[in-house]
């Protein structure tokens, strides 16, 4: 005869293994979902944060003409889910230059960093970066190979 004690512990070590196998799938399916972020910090010339930037991304990828969100007090910004794809990211404040920020290429479960500086100018002014420096995600230890 198994007394109580060890019907409950046999449970708990169940139980336990059942969640641990439950949290591990979930990490493997959002992984695999087809969906990115591309998230940042918009500051002005002399490193100070810049709320209220409105940043928008346009892609084929997209369903619909660009997706947009403006940047918190702390100058962050966070664009998800976003269809895997390439991306053009536009960062927009009065009294600023718009800058433009190209070929931003996501991957499933990828996370884009990418940190803007704008500068003093004119309404009219526009700027467009390009060729800029890879793309890393440092959320991730995750690695990949593309083939072009």
Request: hydrophobic fraction near 40%; charged fraction near 15%; charge should be negative.
């Amino acid at each position: 005869m198994v007394s109580t004690s060890e019907v409950a512990r046999r449970l708990l070590g169940l139980t336990a293994a059942v969640v641990l196998g439950l949290v591990s799938l979930a990490g493997i399916v959002s992984a695999q979902t087809g969906t990115a972020t591309i998230s940042g910090q918009v500051k002005d010339e002399s490193g100070g944060v810049l709320p209220g930037v409105t940043v928008s991304a346009r892609s084929t990828a997209l369903q619909v003409p660009e997706v947009t969100t403006v940047s918190d007090a702390q100058g962050e910004y966070r664009l998800t889910p976003l269809p895997i794809g390439t991306y053009i990211v536009a960062f927009v404040l009065s009294g600023f230059q718009t800058t433009h920020r190209e070929d931003i290429r996501l991957t499933a479960g990828f996370t884009a960093r990418v940190d803007i500086q704008l500068k003093v100018g004119q309404l009219e002014e526009t700027v467009t970066v390009s060729g800029g420096s890879p793309l890393v995600d440092a959320s991730s230890t995750a690695t990949a190979t593309q083939l072009t």
